[in-house]
């Protein structure tokens, strides 16, 4: 919910009124959080996609009917598509009972173009049994696991991708530590170059005739977030709401 500014401004410079598809990958906060704001926003969604695979809640209180939606459930071995790209569905392979990391749904998007490997936040167990399994996933372009954490993205998997582009979404004042400096050197070893979120809007990649290329979106957001900052105390998890400016700003609609 607190990167919604982020989002809006996304998309509105990128002209995107209606979203065919929104894919859940798994049901952690940090991920699940953003579907009070896409209800609410009235941004129309064709279709909700999930992992079938998760433990923290039961089946009816998942966080897309949570919010009123149904969610189409995603195995191993689907495919989803629009025009001339398909979503491969990779994994989850088996449910885990412990790290909900590790029931992230793992994604190949495939086009024309390229191909784009969507990890979720999988962890080593997951990204194991999907190298032992013998997925082909090799890209051009890899969305790093679980924030550039240090208990994934082992050599195995960054060879496997040898993608061009590495793009890591993280910030480390909410997951501190991230990106690791080993996560990095793996990717790098493996040709590919690192890309990270933190301190800018976001990363734009894209695919044409087989190479990636990529760019910082570092769009203000003040038409949004106006003169209130948000600042994160990861050690003591506490969020600070500040009005820096020198008029009244309401909060209406807004929510943590």
């Not at 798994?26 to 941004?43: E, M, P, R, S």
């Not at 490997?117 to 190298?131: N, Q, R, W, Y």
């Not at 570092?218 to 008029?247: C, H, I, P, Q």
Request: include cysteine; proline fraction near 4%; glycine fraction near 10%.
């Amino acid at each position: 919910g607190y990167a919604a500014g982020k989002l809006r401004r996304a998309m509105a410079e990128m002209g995107v009124e209606k979203l065919d598809a929104v894919f859940l990958t798994h049901v952690d906060n940090d991920h699940a959080g953003g579907l009070t704001y896409l209800a609410q926003a009235g941004i129309p969604v064709d279709a909700w996609y999930a992992s079938p695979c998760f433990f923290k809640f039961k089946k009816k209180k998942h966080p897309i009917r949570q919010i009123g939606q149904e969610p189409q459930w995603l195995e191993a071995g689907a495919t989803v598509r629009f025009g001339e790209t398909e979503f491969q569905v990779l994994a989850p392979l088996s449910k885990s009972e412990t790290e909900e990391n590790d029931n992230s749904l793992v994604l190949m998007m495939v086009c024309p173009d390229g191909r784009m490997l969507l990890t979720g936040d999988m962890e080593g167990p997951e990204e194991d049994a999907l190298l032992q399994g013998g997925a082909d996933l090799a890209c051009q372009v890899l969305k790093v696991p679980n924030h550039g954490d240090d208990d994934a993205t082992g050599a195995g998997l960054a060879n496997a991708a040898g993608a061009q582009i590495a793009v890591i979404s993280t910030d480390s004042s909410e997951k501190p530590g991230t990106p690791d400096a080993d996560v990095i050197a793996r990717l790098e070893q493996a040709g590919s170059q690192v890309w990270v979120t933190e301190g800018h809007g976001g990363v734009e990649v894209r695919l044409n005739q087989g190479t990636a290329d990529a760019n910082y979106l570092d769009w203000a957001l003040s038409e949004f977030y106006d003169d209130v900052r948000l600042t994160v105390d990861a050690e003591t998890e506490r969020m600070t709401l500040e009005n820096t400016g020198d008029k009244d700003v309401s909060l209406k609609d807004w929510y943590l």
